[in-house]
């Protein structure tokens, strides 16, 4: 029997297409913070909310975020259920989970999201999320690819649909867009939109991401200040 001071819990959740009952492990909200990166990642001392956050059916095999998991619109349902019709489902994950296996349900449930033309704003966060683990398993090929894709969705996003998106209001979601740019190498568009954002009357009630996007200004002109520097020594 899990006691309040365990990280995770198990409720039961039924499937919204196959009316399957499963046991779900959730994390508890008062997790100890470590530290959080420049892109939201946050990471935490005792164990990983993100392995948790998809919710897998070991019935009918649908994943999704479980912020999502039971909101699916009425034209998907028939178009899930008519995929998933047929399947066999080898996969159980009750209980502990692995970053491999949170891996492979976010690919999952990136899949699913992609299936039913899901919200751009929807597959980014997705990416992202998968970036981050990628992260955390110090891949660093798979955590750029993963980022690259999370800024095609979220600029997608921030052109076609409207504010709020997720918790983020439209300077945040400028913001990471730019961070997400400087992560993956577009330095001159990740300035250009830092300065947008130092620049933005409405940064000045927004202290934090103004902060984060002049550190990470900064940062852009040392880094090309630094190439300035190597330059001649790399001709000669």
Known sequence: ???SLDPTYVV??????????FPATKTRSKLRMVRQDTDFNIVYEQINPLYYSVWFCPHCGYAALESHFSDIPERSVQVL??????CQVSMDLPGV???EQAIILYKLAIFYSDLIDAKNSRLASLYLRLAW????AADESLEMMALEKALEYYEKASFKEGFPIGNMNELTMDYLIAQLQFRTGKLDQAAAN???????PQAKSEKRISELARDAW?????????AENEAPAEQN
Do not use: T
């Open 218 to 226: 900064a940062d852009i002109k040392a880094k090309r200040k630094e």
């Open 97 to 99: 989970r692995s970053r």
């Open 81 to 86: 259920r008519d995929f998933l019709e047929g």
């Open 133 to 136: 683990l990628y992260r955390e």
């Open 194 to 200: 830092f300065s947008r954002i130092i620049a933005n």
């Open 1 to 3: 029997m899990a006691s």
């Open 12 to 21: 039961e959740k039924s499937c919204p297409l196959c009316d399957g009952v």
